[in-house]
């Protein structure tokens, strides 16, 4: 494992994490972008209610639409959430708040549309870094570094200056990132009661996961005598546990995990075999090309409906989205454990985390409420508001337990608190201090009938742990050929995992040296020189 204690300049590192969890307005808003000569609010209260003087502005507000609202309830831009936002921000401060839906699985594509129409929000978000560099590079994002220092100093104690930094961009605060409570990006999940079944343990080696998946797949029938899925949830992001079990580490170097594409990294074709060896022999999802990164709901479907035996999923997600519940609903006998069992030779348990920042938030230079978004988002940053925008309203959703908001297993709250995430939008994770981690990792397992499980999908997502080196200059070249990059990165996925084992490497290669000859090979030489600079 090539995990370097380097300590770079702002905005670069390179971090390899052992295994232990990481934790880890009121006045006169005239909409203006200029922000006045000195602030309007006491940074550290709650907006005032004084009647308001003047007519109200309105503050159009992103909101993603995940296509998962639960029977019965409201829906998204009218609930309890937007209705909280709006009597405790809104109101006292003399704006009407508006969300404007944008599909989470079209978002930047959307985004494009209305940036470059003069259409967009007023505040705006994305989690891809090249759109945010373009829009930087185009002019159309308004500074927030002077609104940032007069409105936004409990937002500043939240998310802290190594996550403000990320929303630097040539040294102007153009984005403000959400902040990451709990940095594992993924946890591989599987059924312990389909093991008892077979007679396994759970598998702790590469060899020994690829055994269980045969086993499942010749002594598991599913319902009423389907097939089973041994193995699925496949997509780029998903398979990096697998993934990086076969890299060879030692002969990666910071700047070539930073610089160079996974594609052309060693070890990475021989992950792409295994894949495309379980593909040919029925162990992962048939159905994954048609499917990938367009049905977030099939994984989830599938894993209820008892034909899905293990999937790589977002740590923690089965049981913040609610699934993991109606897998034991749908069966009383069902089990589903995080499992860790993709290893080097070494021993190693190699996964992806998350850099400290989640989204980046910004607004467009069209918009004339910057110093209103910023008030919103500094609102959002006292307890006493993003506590009830992830938890719901105590004694009905949530209780307090040893200063933890513990979520109450009811109708209510799964109705009210599926997508909480994106109304707490500087949040990735729940957060209970912005001082104790402890506390933080408490209130992400608080629910008593999972801790345990969520408590294990932490550690397993978090040992070997790698952050990928990040350098804030922008890269014109990502920039350029980000999104046709992209479509070539699914494409190539899908096109390597498929083929016959007797093609793979023709395939592998022909589709790689495509990749870069369409711009991949730019963007590597344009971030290699930009790693060698910040040095």
């Given at each position: 494992?090539?995990?370097k204690?380097k300590?770079?300049?702002?905005g670069?590192?390179?971090?390899a994490?052992?295994?232990?969890i ?7 808003n005239t909409?203006?972008n200029?922000?006045?000569?000195k602030p309007t609010t006491n940074?550290t209260?709650n907006p005032a209610?004084?009647?308001?003087k003047s007519d ?7 909101l993603f639409?995940?296509?998962?609202t639960?029977?019965g309830?409201p ?5 309890f959430?937007t209705n ?6 809104g109101d ?5 708040v508006?969300?404007?839906t944008v ?8 985004l494009n549309v209305?940036m ?5 929000p007023d ?7 090249p759109?945010?560099q373009k829009y930087?590079?185009d ?5 927030l570094?002077?609104y ?6 409990n937002l ?9 930094n990320?929303?630097k961009?040539e040294?102007v605060?153009y984005a ?5 409570v709990l940095l594992?990006e993924?946890?591989?999940?599987m059924?312990q009661d389909w ?8 598998p702790t080696t590469?060899d ?6 045969k086993?499942?797949k010749?002594?598991k029938?599913?319902?009423s005598?389907?097939?089973v899925?041994?193995?699925s949830n496949?997509d780029?992001f998903?398979?990096k546990?697998?993934q990086?079990s076969?890299?060879e580490?030692?002969?990666i170097?910071d700047a ?6 996974d594609w052309?990294?060693p070890?990475?074709k ?7 060896k379980?593909y040919n ?6 159905d994954f090309?048609?499917?990938m ?9 599938d894993?209820i ?6 999937g790589?999923?977002?740590t ?11 897998v034991?609903?749908a069966?009383?006998n ?8 993709f290893?080097?030779?070494?021993g190693?348990t190699?996964?992806?985390l ?8 910004f607004?467009?230079k069209?918009?004339k409420?910057?110093e209103?978004?910023v008030k919103?988002?500094?609102w959002?940053?006292?307890p006493?508001?993003?506590?009830p925008l992830?938890?719901?309203t105590e004694?009905k959703?949530?209780?307090m337990v040893d200063?933890v ?6 109708e209510e709250?799964?109705?009210t608190?599926?997508?909480y995430?994106?109304?707490?939008i500087?949040?990735n ?5 912005s001082?104790d981690?402890?506390l ?6 608080s ?10 999908s932490?550690?397993m997502?978090?040992?070997d742990?790698?952050?990928k080196p ?6 014109q070249a990502?920039?350029?050929?980000a999104?046709?990059?992209k479509?070539?990165?699914?494409e190539?996925?899908v096109?390597?995992i ?9 395939v ?19 971030k290699?020189q930009?790693?060698?600079?910040m040095?």
């Amino acid at each position: 494992m090539n995990a370097k204690s380097k300590k770079w300049s702002a905005g670069l590192m390179a971090v390899a994490v052992s295994t232990s969890i990481l934790a880890g307005c009121s006045g006169n808003n005239t909409g203006g972008n200029e922000p006045s000569g000195k602030p309007t609010t006491n940074p550290t209260s709650n907006p005032a209610t004084e009647a308001p003087k003047s007519d109200p502005i309105t503050l159009r507000i992103e909101l993603f639409d995940r296509n998962n609202t639960p029977a019965g309830a409201p829906p998204i831009t009218d609930n309890f959430m937007t209705n909280y936002i709006q009597e405790n921000f809104g109101d006292p401060n003399n704006i009407k708040v508006e969300f404007v839906t944008v599909p989470r699985t079209q978002e930047v594509e959307k985004l494009n549309v209305l940036m470059a129409a003069n259409q967009a929000p007023d505040l705006v978000y994305t989690y891809d870094t090249p759109t945010v560099q373009k829009y930087v590079k185009d002019g159309g994002l308004t500074d927030l570094g002077p609104y940032l220092e007069q409105f936004g100093q409990n937002l500043k104690t939240v998310l802290g200056e190594t996550v403000l930094n990320y929303g630097k961009f040539e040294g102007v605060q153009y984005a403000i990132p959400a902040r990451r409570v709990l940095l594992p990006e993924s946890t591989t999940i599987m059924r312990q009661d389909w093991l008892d079944e077979v007679g396994l343990p759970i598998p702790t080696t590469t060899d020994e996961f690829y055994n269980t998946l045969k086993a499942f797949k010749e002594k598991k029938p599913g319902k009423s005598g389907d097939k089973v899925i041994p193995y699925s949830n496949i997509d780029p992001f998903h398979s990096k546990p697998l993934q990086y079990s076969f890299w060879e580490w030692d002969k990666i170097s910071d700047a070539d995990l930073y610089a160079t594409p996974d594609w052309l990294l060693p070890g990475n074709k021989e992950a792409f075999r295994f894949m495309n060896k379980l593909y040919n022999e029925g162990l992962i999802d048939p159905d994954f090309p048609l499917t990938m990164n367009k049905d977030f709901q099939k994984f989830q479907k599938d894993l209820i409906n008892g034909v899905v035996g293990s999937g790589t999923a977002n740590t923690n997600e089965p049981v913040y989205q609610g699934y993991l519940a109606e897998v034991s609903k749908a069966d009383a006998n069902a089990k589903v454990v995080p499992i860790n069992p993709f290893t080097t030779p070494d021993g190693k348990t190699p996964k992806a985390l998350y850099s400290p920042n989640g989204m980046y938030i910004f607004v467009p230079k069209t918009s004339k409420n910057a110093e209103a978004v910023v008030k919103y988002l500094d609102w959002m940053a006292m307890p006493e508001n993003f506590i009830p925008l992830q938890n719901g309203t105590e004694g009905k959703t949530y209780e307090m337990v040893d200063g933890v908001p513990q979520v109450l297993d009811n109708e209510e709250a799964k109705q009210t608190l599926y997508n909480y995430t994106d109304y707490a939008i500087i949040l990735n994770g729940k957060l209970a201090s912005s001082t104790d981690e402890k506390l933080n990792l408490a209130v992400n397992a608080s629910d008593p009938n999972y801790k345990d499980f969520t408590v294990a999908s932490f550690e397993m997502g978090t040992k070997d742990g790698v952050i990928k080196p990040s350098v804030t200059t922008p890269i014109q070249a990502e920039i350029k050929y980000a999104t046709t990059l992209k479509e070539k990165t699914d494409e190539i996925f899908v096109k390597v995992i498929t083929a016959k084992p007797a093609d793979f490497d023709k395939v592998y290669d022909n589709e790689v040296n495509d990749y870069m000859k369409i711009g991949g090979q730019e963007v590597m030489d344009e971030k290699r020189q930009a790693f060698e600079a910040m040095k």
